[in-house]
């Protein structure tokens, strides 16, 4: 594959859209009310930040 048609991949976008969605379901647990709840808000950020840099550096390739 060229790199055009790596950087246009139906994956990289698909990628995205998931770490955008755990990403925001760290944001709304964060409000939730359940014993350790900022634990895990802040692992569901991370892990959601960490997939869409994957993406973002898989799209620059």
């Known amino acids: ?3 055009t048609e790596n950087a246009n991949s139906e994956r990289h976008y698909i990628t995205i859209v998931i770490a955008i969605i755990i990403g925001l379901l760290g ?3 964060r ?3 359940f014993p350790y709840n900022n634990i895990v808000a ?3 950020l991370i892990t959601g930040v960490g997939i869409a840099l994957k993406g973002v550096f898989g799209i620059l390739e």
Do not use: K, Q, W
Request: hydrophobic content about 60%; charged content about 10%.
């Open 1 to 3: 594959m060229n790199t």
């Open 27 to 29: 944001v709304y647990l």
């Open 31 to 33: 409000f939730a009310d």
């Open 42 to 44: 802040n692992i569901l």
